[in-house]
């Protein structure tokens, strides 16, 4: 029977394991030591390792000849957890299991010592999804479980969990295995596999996987079985996932650029012909404009950088040519064009090709753009920064930090506090904000005011703390930035009059 590789490959201790080298060796050492907790949580975004971590730990404590720490593979304790017929560990998968009577029928059986091996371990996977009485029940356990229970609970949301579950844990954190580490995991299976494949189509491989091992041995698994030739290149990948070229990337965002609708529009048809998926033709789109707008804004020499980029090195340098024509917020309205027809494809029973048509259209000409607002607060902007510079003023680009507004801001010379007037894009910002209600509401509660390059923006200790931390800051940037240019914006901690249980009244427009 053929075996998915992800499963023939998955690692059986912990030095096999990759990319989590931090916990594997603590997991291993307290092994070793007989030092393990009556209880972990294993919290992590999928394909990280954490459910072959709980595995690998139920039979390091229950392995009859354990070596430094490592299962040995052969007793039968380890034999009996691999092949899923050892009875004393309960893999639960919360997401499927989740009514409170299953679950307390499992933790019942709590009070039974193990039958055949050393300890009882409980793996529940997704625990999140856990109802509140079946936490309850689990609570009671995890306060004084019994010396022979081990429980190793495993989630993807962490934040969905209760506080008092996790404080009776210890915790271990899995992070997304870096492209280097996943490409060497991907090149050690294929050749123990005997699949031939060029590096490149490896390295995309790695990037596509987005940090989860199992993905990349899927992937892998499917290009080879799929391949076209001996060896599994590069368009092999792409055309596995239907991923678009990056010649017919190039050549709709030079048109685009260029303004040609009907050029841009005919390479839409194309793809659209070639039976290439709208949805995944946009996220193609939505990646390009990402890491042009990264390449914009670092070196692009940057390793770390470079490993994430969805372009091989190859045909970066090819688009250098057309970044070099493109500025960060016509990349930044690129983006936010194509996020709005994204999330129009689920909204709007309409054809995608016509929503993606739609997208291209309002990128060739902003002035088509629906928020007619957006784009006259940025022409206007654009005129005044004109006016700066023929009158000799430097204008700066946006301070990579927020400015505190107790520091002194380096002022232009028409930067008088008494010139400041309030902010022109506001509506156009809220317009922007519309898909995100609770950070409009945040923003509402704001006085935002402008002054020569200088957004300031106006509010309560709250809304201000709100605004200057993730997740709002970097989509309020975005956005003002879009509206108004490269502006620096400023924070003042004031208190705004506001009437807070209506939202929708705003401060700006006298
Ligand atoms: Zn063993």
Redesign the pocket.
Known sequence: MYQALYRKWRPKTFDEMIGQDSISSLLKRQAAEGKVSHAYLFAGTRGTGKTTSAKILA?AV?????IDGN?????????SIDDGSATDVLEIDAASNNRVDDVRELIDEVVYPPTLLKKRVYIIDEVHMLTDSAFNALLKTLEEPPEYVLFILATTELNELPATIISRCMRFDFKRIEPDALAARCRFVANQENISITDEALGLIAKLADGAVRDALSLLDACAAWKNSGEVTISDVREQLGISDNDALVELFSAIRSRDVAKALSVIARIHEGSGDPSVFLEDMISFVRDSIIAKSSDKKDKYLRERFFFSTDAFERIAPLLSTLTSETLLYYASVLEDTLASFSKYNISKKTLLDMAVIKMCDPTMAVSVKAVSARLSEIERRLALISSGVTVTAPAPEVTEPTEAVPQSPIAEPEQRKPFAGYAALRDMLQGEPAMSAVVSKCRMYQSANTITIEGDNFAVGKLKAEPYWQTLRGSIIAIAGNVNIEFSIKKVVSNENDPTITFMEE
């Open positions: 039979k229950n392995c009859e000849h354990p299962p040995c593979g052969e007793c039968f304790a380890c034999r």
